[in-house]
C-alpha cells in the first residue's frame, strides 16, 4: 500500500481531522464543521462545510463520495454523487449535501458526512483520428450488456 502526506489546515469550525475507520478503508471520513446543527427537509439540499482546507501532493486528486450507510438507511448521499478536489483548490472543502428521503435529516456538527479517497492522476494525450477500433459492444449505451 503507498502512502502519502496529505497537509490539512484546520479551521475555526474543525471539529476533527479527516481519517480512516478502519485499517481497510480506501476512504477518510469528513465530517461536518459547523457550529450548531443542519436540517435538511425533504429534497433539500446544501452546502456542508467540513472545517478544514487541504494540500494535495502534485499530481493527485481527491474525490469526496457518498457514505453507503447514510444513503442506505436515511436517503442521505451528495448531490454530484463523486466531487473532485483539484490539487491546486485551496478553499475549505464542502460536501454538496441531498436529502432524498421524504423525512427530515439533521446533521450535527463532528457528523461524518462523506468519504474522501486520494488517488494518483494520470493526464490523457489526444490523438485525433479517423477511425476508432471496434469490438462487441459497439455503441450499445445503457443497459446495452444485458444489465
Known amino acids: 500500500m503507498n502512502t502519502i502526506v496529505l497537509k490539512v489546515k484546520k479551521l475555526d469550525n474543525n471539529k476533527s481531522l479527516p481519517e480512516y475507520a478502519t485499517s481497510g478503508a480506501a476512504g477518510m ?66 460536501v454538496p449535501v441531498i436529502n432524498l428521503s421524504q423525512e427530515e435529516y439533521t446533521i450535527n456538527p463532528g457528523d461524518r458526512i462523506a468519504q474522501m479517497i486520494v488517488a494518483p492522476v494520470v493526464k490523457a494525450e489526444i490523438e485525433v483520428v479517423e477511425t476508432v477500433g471496434a469490438t462487441n459492444r459497439a455503441s450499445g449505451g445503457f443497459g446495452s450488456t444485458g444489465y
Open 29 to 94: 471520513d469528513l465530517t461536518a464543521g459547523i457550529d450548531e446543527p443542519m436540517v435538511f427537509k425533504p429534497l433539500e439540499r446544501k452546502l456542508v462545510p467540513t472545517g478544514i482546507i487541504i494540500e494535495l501532493p502534485h499530481g493527485y486528486e481527491a474525490q469526496v463520495r457518498p457514505r453507503s450507510g447514510m444513503s442506505i438507511k436515511h436517503g442521505i448521499t451528495l448531490v454530484n454523487c463523486v466531487g473532485t478536489i483539484d490539487e491546486d483548490y485551496r478553499g475549505e472543502l464542502k
